[in-house]
């Protein structure tokens, strides 16, 4: 959380702050309690409030970050500032809260309904392309695979993948703490964890063991929990992503974190030997590479 000591325009203050936390900042500004989304595909958020001083709360939806920041000047913060700043928060928090649910909800019963009127995906560009079976998911009358995020037992959101490989969410889908199982038993003795649809598939037909699909790095500690709850005494191996290409590695740190947060083991591709691509990370990568260098 912020603390600004000085007199300046509340905007300007604010956005040195979004920048100092890596965010580049909106084209306009509002101060009116409601959720504002910006930047590419809307990655980031803020909600501010201009009483009784210049408040605002805003983060990443990406990452799941999340960053509090407070304009004042100490000699006019008694107090009873500090409670009246710390219920505005709380109500924007709240509103924050109620909005994004509502959001959900109603993503939630158009994912049920898209996937509902969807046809079993028998042939698709993209699987071919990965070199996967369909797995169960399905496909639109747009040609887009969908793929269900499910939580609480119920799907929901959707991921949909066009035949060049294009991804999308759901626009207001749930998917912090979602996944998508591939030959998940009641009580397996042994899970993979990883990103993407093509790698859980891959690392499926390979191993013949059931597979939680993430769909991205930041939700690796997220899942890794929810699955740890629900098989209890399964052994959990994090099949992160190898972003050798990425400074610090995101998807081996992402990776070694959920195995912490779960109490399972991690690993990631290792391309030794093999001559990838920046684009090459994670075990389809692997899997395709190899066998090109076995013929």
């Keep these: 959380m912020s603390l600004h000591d000085h007199y300046s325009d509340p905007t300007t203050a604010m956005f040195e702050d979004f920048a100092s936390n890596g965010i580049d900042p909106p084209s306009t500004f509002y101060f009116d309690g409601k959720i504002h989304r910006f930047g590419k595909k809307k990655r980031y ?14 983060g990443d939806w990406k990452f799941g970050t999340k960053n509090k920041y407070i304009h004042r000047d100490t000699n006019l913060v008694t107090v009873a500032d500090r409670l009246l700043v710390q219920k505005a928060f709380e109500a924007l928090e709240k509103k924050r809260l109620e909005d994004r649910e509502q959001k959900h909800k109603v993503a939630r019963e158009l994912a049920q309904k898209l996937w509902a009127n969807a046809q ?48 999308r969410f759901l626009k207001n889908g749930k998917t912090k703490g979602m996944y998508h199982a ?20 891959t ?82 990568d692997l899997s395709r590479l190899q066998k090109l260098a076995a013929l």
């Excluded at 958020?45 to 001083?53: E, F, L, N, R, T």
């Excluded at 399905?138 to 991921?159: C, F, M, R, T, Y």
């Excluded at 030959?183 to 990103?195: D, N, T, Y």
């Design 45 to 58: 958020w803020y909600v501010a409030h201009q009483h009784p001083i210049p408040i605002c709360v805003y």
């Design 182 to 201: 591939i030959g998940l038993e009641s009580q397996p003795e042994r899970l993979l964890i990883c990103e993407g649809f093509a790698t859980g598939a």
């Design 120 to 167: 079993p995906a028998k042939f698709h560009e993209y699987l071919k392309q990965k070199r996967v079976l369909p797995m169960d998911i399905k496909v639109d009358h747009h040609n887009n695979l969908l793929i269900p995020l499910v939580g609480d037992e119920a799907i929901q959101s959707l991921q949909f993948i066009q035949a060049d490989g294009t991804k």
């Design 203 to 284: 690392l499926n037909m390979e191993t013949k063991t059931p597979v939680i699909v993430v769909f991205y790095a930041a939700n690796l500690v997220p899942v890794a929990k929810v699955i740890r709850k629900q098989h209890p005494h399964a052994e959990i191996l994090i099949c992160g992503d190898n972003d050798h290409a990425t400074e610090g590695n995101p998807g081996k740190t992402y990776a070694i974190n959920a195995a912490r947060a779960c109490g399972g083991r991690w690993t990631i591709p290792d391309f030794h030997g093999l001559t990838p691509s920046p684009n090459d990370t994670d075990f389809n």
